[in-house]
């Protein structure tokens, strides 16, 4: 274990290295986008990063499970992983994995890579919930190389299209390299369609859908956060989705999700305009970087779920 943790933190140093080369811009065209792999590993809904390396290679019809194994001592159960790096799954936590910030349908040994994926496993507590079918740490991603080599339509819906957080977004999600398209607040979209709903709260709580599953908490969005009904209160939840804090007045949320027949989405939503402008300004790899969903204060930004204690 002492060995594993020097290299974790050789790793670390590394990253820190290349990122500060690389710079923090919200990035330009898709072109500018690496064509390698970004592997990433964490624990506890993505608090604590124990490993993040670009790969600018990898052979061709490479999976998930083999990219892990060849960079990771890992065990395996049938097609399941059962440990990294010593972080063994038991009873009241598991490992799981997202592709773009998306859960694939396929197990790691059958997911084949595509360039410029990013591939986040995670080793966290299931008791609260068993699936997440989206976070939003791999921004700009699914919205520029979607999933599976193939790009998805991306649908910004607006309450208000001319409003400052509206054009945020569409500003930021043209500089990443995704191509849009616009339409008003809807229930729902086909599978192959990636929404970006962006209203108060106010405007959002009569829908159904992957949007309304933000009233439900975790075990149906997999969002540690939860809207009450009356649409007037952000309840944060911990690790353990136990309520933890109310979020102040002005703050906003960004939180992605998915519903059985639909794509996925991502709500960028907040108790007043004011707070969908902060979490509009908050679409940033930094602010973002392995986080499942991210409340925005007026103070700071805060990671879902909360630690517990």
Not at 101 to 130: C, E, M, N
Not at 241 to 248: E, H, L, R
Not at 272 to 293: I, P, Y
Request: charged share 15%; with cysteine; aromatic share 6%.
């Amino acid at each position: 274990m002492i060995a594993l943790r020097h290299h974790f933190a050789l790793l670390a140093l590394a990253l820190a290295a290349a990122t500060a080369l690389a710079g923090c811009g919200l990035g330009g065209s898709s072109k500018n986008l690496p064509s390698g792999v970004h592997l990433v590993i964490t624990r506890d809904f993505g608090h604590k990063q124990l490993y993040s390396a670009r790969l600018p290679s990898f052979p061709k019809n490479e999976t998930v499970l083999g990219l892990l194994q060849a960079k990771h001592m890992v065990a395996t159960s049938d097609t399941d992983v059962r440990q990294i790096a010593g972080l063994a799954a038991n009873n009241g936590s598991d490992w799981e994995y997202h592709i773009n910030g998306l859960a694939p349908d396929l197990s790691a040994a059958r997911q084949k890579l595509s360039k410029g994926d990013v591939v986040q496993w995670d080793y966290s507590p299931t008791h609260t919930t068993t699936t997440i079918p989206a976070i939003i740490g791999a921004w700009p991603e699914p919205f520029v190389r979607g999933e599976g080599g193939k790009r998805f339509p991306v649908r910004i819906e607006c309450s208000q299209p001319s409003s400052s957080a509206c054009k945020t977004v569409t500003q930021r999600l043209a500089q990443a390299g995704a191509v849009t398209s616009s339409s008003s607040l809807a229930e729902a979209a086909g599978s192959k369609t990636l929404r970006m709903v962006v209203a108060p709260w106010s405007k959002l709580k009569g829908l159904g859908g992957a949007v309304g599953s933000l009233t439900a908490g975790p075990q149906q969005s997999g969002v540690f956060a939860r809207f009450s009904k009356s649409g007037n209160a952000l309840t944060l939840l911990d690790i353990n989705g136990v309520p933890a804090k109310q979020a102040p007045k002005g703050s906003g949320l960004i939180a992605a999700t998915q519903q059985k027949g639909g794509g996925p989405t991502w709500i960028v939503t907040g108790l007043s305009e004011q707070g969908v402008e902060r979490a509009a300004r908050a679409l940033d790899t930094r602010a973002l970087r392995n986080a499942f969903a991210v409340a925005v204060t007026p103070k700071r930004t805060v990671r879902l779920p909360l630690r517990a204690g």
